[in-house]
Every structure is written in structure tokens, then in C-alpha cells.
């Protein structure tokens, strides 16, 4: 069994109802709100932090030329104190770099924003933020959708931006794609695999969207082994940790959650989760941000990886 190492958050959820139990709270976060729960979820074993995005609706998230309409946020620039406290807990962080303008639902395109937008954001926050140590890479939170194999315009598109990512720092590349339960891994998998040019993807294991089973995933997810090893990438695999309620995002059992880890563990080199912010929360936080359901699930998820010896 792995430990969960790393997760998705965002400073306004952008789905339509899916934040409801958090956006407000978030929104009311100061720096040091922010410093509270990213030394949280450090000391609940996680070290890797994808930030969904810098920007939604138009409208920034920090203090930004590209994008001069900003959020209402009690924070001034949340982005630094998370990436501050990154630097002080020798934390990674991977900044997501899309949908500054479009809404995600229904407009999972890689044309959903213009790529003159894109590039200046990325230049922007290359020379804002390139000094922190803990600013490691990028994501790309236009996700593909894969249906057997990666669409070929989203592997030039991941492509084209990874290589001017590169090129202005910081080097590494994180995806996430869905679809995953398609995946047949056979010779043209692999080959894309090796065309593709990020560092990791990680694989949504598509439980809490209720798109598959366990034992799909795992047949799946032994076949992503497979694949990857022959194309000489990490396997990385994103472990849905919400259930739907309607339309909002609330907490899975522990028990589902369990075995959801078993199964990746099994076949991920690491295993991210969608998401701690919103689906955990430590007993007593005083930057408690979700459902209270969420304090069951980080109780029995602590106390199961102490168990086993991979928490302190």
C-alpha cells in the first residue's frame, strides 16, 4: 500500500455546485489560512500540490498584467503564500495553466483559450514566481480525453506548450487524463506515450464519477504498467476521493477509498487524489474548508496509513 503523496486544489472551485461545502470559505483564506492547510496536508504525508488554476471566468487569482480583472479574495495573492509555504516544507507544486477565461464544464477543448493568453500567463508567472523553489512545473488542466488512444490534437497541443513551458522555466510537465477506463495499452498507446512530451500523467481512476469499477480499474491500470515500462515513463494515477451528492462533491466512504488506494498502489509509481481540499479536513483546523463529513475520511485515512507504518 502507498500513502496518498500528493493532490489537486484550487482557490474557487470552477464547476458549477461541485465547491459549494468550500468555495466561500476558501475565498475568505488569508496567507496564513493558506499556510495552515498546506502544512496540513504535508503532515498527512503529501508533498506534491497541482493547483487547478491561476485564473477563472476572466478573472485572475493573483495580481496579474494578463489578466487584470481579479477575484474577490480576502488574500492579496494566494499564489505566493502557497508557494512560500511550499519553499518552507520542501513541497512541489505544479501551476495549472488553462481556462482563464472559459468555463470547464463543456469546453474541455485545447482551443478553449487562446494560446497568446496562455503563453502570457506562463510568462508572467515564470517571472513572478520562478523564484520559488517549490514552484516545480506545470499543469495542464485542459485535460485529454482519451477513447483508446490520446486525440492527436491534444498531443500537439500538450506539446507545443510543454516545449515553451521549458523553455522559461520550470521544466516539468504534469497531465491528467480521463477516459482511462478505454486505455488497451497496445503498440500505438505506446508509441504516443513516447511522443508525448511531460514528464507525468496522471491517470483519473474515474471511481467518483461513477464511470467504472474496481475491477476495470485494475485491469486498466495493469495495462497502463505494462505500457508505460515499455515507453519509459512514471505512472502516476489520480484517485477520485469526492462522491457526488446532486450536484455538489462530498466525501467518499473510507472503505471505497481503501480499496480505490490497494488497487493504484498496486501499479502507480505515485498516487495523487482528487481532492484533499473540500474532501479532508484534520480534527480542529482552524482553516477548515469542506463538508463535515470530511474530518471522518481524514480520521480513518490517517489512522489506516499510521497502521501501516507510512504515517508517523
Not at 477575484?71 to 499564489?79: G, N, Q, R, T
Not at 499543469?139 to 507545443?160: G, K, L, Q
Not at 471511481?207 to 505494462?226: C, H, M, N, P, Q
Not at 480499496?259 to 474532501?279: F, N, P, T, W
Request: with cysteine; hydrophobic share 40%.
Amino acid at each position: 500500500m502507498k500513502a496518498i503523496s500528493g493532490t489537486w486544489l484550487d482557490f474557487y472551485h470552477p464547476n458549477p455546485y461541485e465547491g459549494d461545502t468550500w468555495n466561500a470559505t476558501t475565498q475568505q483564506f488569508t496567507a496564513d489560512d493558506w499556510l495552515i492547510k498546506i502544512e496540513e496536508m504535508a503532515e498527512v504525508g503529501m508533498d506534491t500540490f497541482v493547483l487547478l488554476n491561476v485564473a477563472l471566468h476572466g478573472k485572475s487569482f493573483y495580481p496579474s498584467e494578463a489578466i487584470p480583472l481579479r477575484w474577490d479574495l480576502v488574500c492579496d495573492d494566494p499564489l505566493e503564500a502557497m508557494l512560500s509555504a511550499g519553499d518552507r516544507l520542501g513541497l512541489s507544486f505544479y501551476i495549472g495553466l488553462g481556462f482563464f477565461t472559459t468555463p470547464i464544464m463543456g469546453s474541455l477543448s485545447v482551443r478553449g483559450d487562446r494560446n497568446d493568453l496562455r503563453y502570457a500567463v506562463a510568462d508572467e508567472l515564470s517571472r513572478r514566481y520562478g523564484r520559488h523553489r517549490s514552484f516545480t512545473g506545470w499543469y495542464f488542466p485542459v485535460e485529454a480525453a482519451i477513447f483508446t488512444y490520446f486525440p492527436d490534437e491534444y498531443i500537439a497541443y500538450a506539446n507545443e506548450l510543454a516545449d515553451y513551458c521549458r523553455r522559461i522555466g520550470p521544466q516539468k510537465v504534469l497531465i491528467a487524463p480521463y477516459g482511462t477506463r478505454s486505455i488497451n495499452g497496445d503498440d500505438r498507446f505506446v508509441a504516443q506515450l513516447r511522443s508525448l512530451d511531460v514528464d507525468y500523467i496522471a491517470y483519473q481512476d474515474e471511481i467518483g464519477v461513477d464511470r467504472t469499477t474496481f475491477e476495470a480499474v485494475e485491469e486498466t491500470f495493469a495495462r497502463l504498467r505494462e505500457a508505460h515500462d515499455k515507453a519509459g515513463k512514471p505512472l502516476w494515477a489520480d484517485l477520485e476521493l469526492f462522491r457526488f451528492q446532486g450536484k455538489v462533491l462530498m466525501p467518499g466512504s473510507f472503505e471505497r477509498v481503501e480499496r480505490q488506494l490497494s488497487i493504484l498502489s498496486e501499479y502507480a509509481d505515485k498516487v495523487l487524489c482528487y481532492q484533499y481540499l473540500g474532501m479532508m479536513n484534520k480534527p480542529g483546523s482552524s482553516a477548515h474548508a469542506g463538508h463535515e463529513t470530511s474530518v471522518a475520511l481524514y480520521e480513518a485515512y490517517a489512522a489506516r496509513m499510521k497502521q501501516l507504518g507510512l504515517l508517523k
